[in-house]
């Protein structure tokens, strides 16, 4: 969509109907008869689908979200369960459709890994929770210098200004110079 919501919507409505204000994306990646039975499948239950230009192997799928959690039921058809690895984006507004895009391609990195072959996006939370037990250790040793860290000297808006390094080969701050009766012309 490129950001045109209003001329992406008014294709839809020559196309067939009408694109919803709240949706949710797929990204479903495997052989070419599951994801077509999936966007089938989809399209049959009012989403939009398409092929990934550059992605010869993934088909983007589009819904509307009417909830919280995703409805597919297409997601459960043992070729598209069985085969395909698919990442699910949040519910995002319309016009918010390229954040869905980045969602669902991270769920599907994800979703390589994962044993159901499909993984939802989440999102960010604390580091040592996503880490996990060994890595909240780990986190903790890294960051323990930052923790205890106390700069020499407190910052302090009303104390004495700092001044900068001297220049390379001096050992003294150079100072300002200033106009004095006796070096000034008539």
Request: glycine content about 6%.
């Amino acid at each position: 969509m490129d950001g045109q919501i209003a001329v992406a919507r008014r294709l839809a409505r020559t196309l067939r109907r009408e694109l919803p204000d709240t949706v949710r994306l797929y990204a479903v990646e495997g052989p070419a008869a599951a994801r077509r039975e999936a966007a089938d499948r989809a399209t049959a239950a009012h989403a939009w689908a398409g092929r990934e230009p550059g992605a010869a192997r993934r088909t983007l799928i589009l819904e509307p979200a009417d909830g919280s959690r995703p409805s597919a039921a297409w997601l459960h058809h043992p070729a598209v369960a069985d085969t395909c690895h698919v990442g699910i984006s949040d519910a995002v507004p319309l016009r918010d459709t390229a954040t869905a895009h980045r969602q669902a391609l991270h769920a599907l990195a994800a979703a390589r890994r994962h044993p159901e072959r499909r993984a939802a996006h989440t999102p960010p939370r604390d580091l040592a929770t996503a880490l996990g037990p060994d890595g909240a250790h780990w986190a903790a040793t890294a960051l323990a210098p930052l923790h205890t860290h106390r700069p020499a000297r407190p910052q302090d808006p009303d104390g004495p200004p700092c001044s900068p390094p001297p220049p390379p080969g001096c050992t003294t701050p150079p100072t300002p110079r200033t106009a004095s009766a006796s070096t000034a012309t008539p």
